[in-house]
């Protein structure tokens, strides 16, 4: 299981915390953060503590899996943050959190992270 952590500014009651408390709720390894209230946690992270410096406010949010950055100015889409977390189907289905299906799977969206090479979704094996 992967452990992510989004630092923000001015975390509120949004769909994306909404969605990280679901996903906590079976399980997941997942936190946010409100970089401008949680300064003990910018400080333990050195890698979001140099972003910060050099670049100031403008470069919330970010995201981290396992203690990589791996998108930093704007949120992960919902259905990566579900993949990035790596729980099974059946806890995401028992969280209550409705999955989208992808470009790969005939919907509108293209270029989806969740499709394979074969342009199978992932999201629903």
């Given at each position: 299981?992967?452990?992510?952590?989004?630092?923000?500014?001015?975390?509120?009651?949004?769909?994306?915390?909404?969605?990280?408390?679901?996903?906590?709720?079976?399980?997941?390894?997942?936190?946010r953060?409100?970089?401008?209230?949680?300064?003990d946690?910018?400080?333990?992270?050195?890698?979001?503590?140099?972003?910060?410096?050099?670049?100031?406010?403008k470069?919330?949010?970010?995201?981290?899996v396992?203690?990589?950055?791996?998108?930093?100015?704007?949120?992960?889409e919902?259905?990566?943050i579900?993949?990035?977390?790596?729980?099974?189907?059946?806890?995401?289905?028992?969280?209550g959190?409705?999955?989208k299906?992808?470009?790969g799977?005939?919907?509108?969206?293209?270029n989806?992270?969740?499709?394979?090479?074969?342009?199978?979704?992932?999201?629903?094996?």
């Amino acid at each position: 299981m992967n452990t992510i952590q989004i630092f923000d500014l001015n975390i509120k009651n949004d769909d994306l915390q909404i969605l990280v408390d679901k996903l906590k709720s079976v399980g997941a390894q997942i936190d946010r953060y409100n970089v401008l209230l949680a300064t003990d946690e910018l400080d333990k992270n050195i890698k979001i503590k140099r972003l910060y410096d050099a670049y100031g406010e403008k470069i919330f949010p970010v995201t981290m899996v396992n203690g990589e950055i791996v998108k930093v100015e704007e949120n992960l889409e919902p259905e990566q943050i579900i993949m990035q977390t790596k729980i099974s189907m059946k806890k995401i289905i028992q969280a209550g959190i409705e999955i989208k299906k992808c470009g790969g799977c005939g919907c509108s969206k293209s270029n989806c992270a969740s499709c394979d090479s074969k342009k199978h979704c992932n999201l629903n094996n």
